[in-house]
T-cell receptor
Framework: DAGVIQSPRHEVTEMGQEVTLRCKPISGHNSLFWYRQTMMRGLELLIYFNNNVPIDDSGMPEDRFSAKMPNASFSTLKIQPSEPRDSAVYFC??????????????FGAGTRLSVL | AQSVTQPDIHITVSEGASLELRCNYSYGATPYLFWYVQSPGQGLQLLLKYFSGDTLVQGIKGFEAEFKRSQSSFNLRKPSVHWSDAAEYFCAVSSGGGNKLTFGTGTQLKVEL
């Protein structure tokens, strides 16, 4: 299996621009998570989906952030408009169904976002 | 609410020395516990997990961890550290009924040659 695939790996954009981060979870996994990692705040859960439905978006910082999961094999995290304070590494993770084993999350390599 | 504390932000050990990284959790019931490792520029990789049963669990790369309910701890150990172990290590906890993980702030490990 190719693992969780994120694109792009690096994104540099200017303040005010729209940014879209993409994630392909591991086939057969039914939960998907978006995290943000910064030096100041560490690893923060932004939102997670179960069976393509958003379950908990309490970590989404503000209305500029939105996430979608149109099908089981694809998710996007969008920032519009972007701001310099959004600069961070964004990780996507997925986990298989079921208790116990379902708690194991498999991470992608991340997208490093720089907003100038 | 569940929480995880990793009291050591940075640890430096010599190659070949033993290692122990501390993790304390707060959770009302029996937790599901994890250790993840993050190498520079990479995502997080699962080292080991505890769900139930034997309180001493073995993981990849020669790591082990011991669950101690009385101390609310799940410390990570390795008897002999290799230079390639230099990375950031995260402890995490999850409830049994859901798969949302709560991560600690991480411990940065430096290995001196």
């Amino acid at each position: 299996d190719a693992g969780v695939i994120q694109s792009p790996r690096h994104e540099v954009t200017e303040m005010g621009q729209e940014v879209t981060l993409r994630c392909k979870p591991i086939s057969g996994h039914n939960s998907l998570f978006w995290y943000r990692q910064t030096m100041m705040r560490g690893l923060e859960l932004l939102i997670y989906f179960n069976n393509n439905v958003p379950i908990d978006d309490s970590g989404m910082p503000e209305d500029r952030f939105s996430a979608k999961m149109p099908n089981a094999s694809f998710s996007t995290l969008k920032i519009q408009p972007s701001e310099p304070r959004d600069s961070a590494v964004y990780f996507c993770a997925s986990s298989p169904p079921g208790q116990g084993w379902g708690n194991i999350q498999y991470f992608g390599a991340g997208t490093r976002l720089s907003v100038l | 609410a569940q929480s995880v504390t990793q009291p050591d932000i940075h640890i430096t050990v010599s190659e070949g020395a033993s290692l122990e990284l501390r993790c304390n959790y707060s959770y009302g019931a029996t937790p599901y516990l994890f250790w993840y490792v993050q190498s520079p520029g990479q995502g997080l990789q699962l080292l080991l997990k505890y769900f139930s049963g034997d309180t001493l669990v073995q993981g990849i790369k020669g790591f082990e961890a011991e669950f101690k309910r009385s101390q609310s701890s799940f410390n990570l150990r390795k008897p002999s550290v290799h230079w390639s172990d230099a990375a950031e290590y995260f402890c995490a906890v999850s409830s049994g009924g859901g798969n949302k993980l709560t991560f600690g702030t991480g411990t940065q490990l430096k290995v001196e040659l």
